[in-house]
Structure formats: structure tokens, C-alpha cells
């Protein structure tokens, strides 16, 4: 079955960094979009950047230019290069798995989820 797993979430500082990481399993990777969404306490579940089969990517407006997204297909995982955090982007960080030929940065594009890594950003 599709497993998706997180890690590299921690306490940072206002303005450092942070390298999180999703392992796939259960599927051909790397045929599919994936995805990086964030969910703060009561807030909803937001797209931050996606990337697709032929390496385009996308990136919400809050984190252009401050976050990365790539993948090696090779380890079969997917990563998120996170620069010049805010505390605003403090949330639980959630690797996601989207569809073939379609990616969108929309909940309703993906239908795997990890269970989550924590970030948490200190002023």
C-alpha cells in the first residue's frame, strides 16, 4: 500500500533553516505529483508547493522564494528546503501524494498523506 513518510521537522529560530523529508513507498514513484501542505493549530490544511512527473513545480505566494521543492527519484523521496523561516510558518508540515498528469497545489488533487512533521518557528 501507498506509505508516506515525514521527517526533519524541529525548533528553529526566526530566519533559519530547515530540510524536511518524505520516503514513498507501495508505488511507482516519480509518475505522480507530490505535494507539501502545512495545518496550523485551527487553521485549515494549505498547499505550499507541488512538483510534478516532469519536475515543474509551484509554490504558494508566502513561501516563494524561501522554499524549494525537489525529489530524487532514485531514493524514492521528495524534499522541502525551507529558508529564511518565519514564525508564521510554524504548522505541521504533510507530504502528499497527487494524481497522474494532473497537479494542481489543492487538497483535492491529492489523495495519500503522511501523518506529519512539526516546525516550529521562534521570534
Known amino acids: 500500500q501507498v506509505q508516506l513518510v515525514e521527517s526533519g521537522g524541529g525548533s528553529v529560530q526566526a530566519g533559519g533553516s530547515l530540510r524536511l523529508s518524505c520516503v514513498a513507498s507501495?508505488?511507482?514513484?516519480?509518475?505522480?505529483?507530490m505535494g507539501w501542505f502545512r495545518q496550523a493549530p485551527g487553521k485549515e490544511r494549505l498547499g505550499v508547493a507541488a512538483?510534478?512527473?516532469?519536475?515543474?513545480?509551484s509554490y504558494a505566494d508566502s513561501v516563494k522564494g524561501r522554499f524549494t521543492i525537489s525529489q530524487d527519484n532514485a531514493k524514492n523521496t521528495l524534499y522541502l528546503q525551507m529558508n529564511s523561516l518565519k514564525p508564521e510558518d510554524s504548522a505541521m508540515y504533510y507530504c502528499?501524494?497527487?494524481?497522474?498528469?494532473?497537479?494542481?497545489?489543492?487538497?483535492?488533487?491529492?489523495?495519500?498523506w503522511g501523518q506529519g512533521t512539526q516546525v516550529t518557528v521562534s521570534s
Open positions: 502528499a501524494r497527487g494524481w497522474l498528469g494532473y497537479c494542481v497545489l489543492d487538497r483535492s488533487g491529492f489523495d495519500y
Open positions: 507501495g508505488y511507482n514513484y516519480g509518475k505522480y505529483c
Open positions: 512538483v510534478d512527473s516532469d519536475g515543474r513545480t
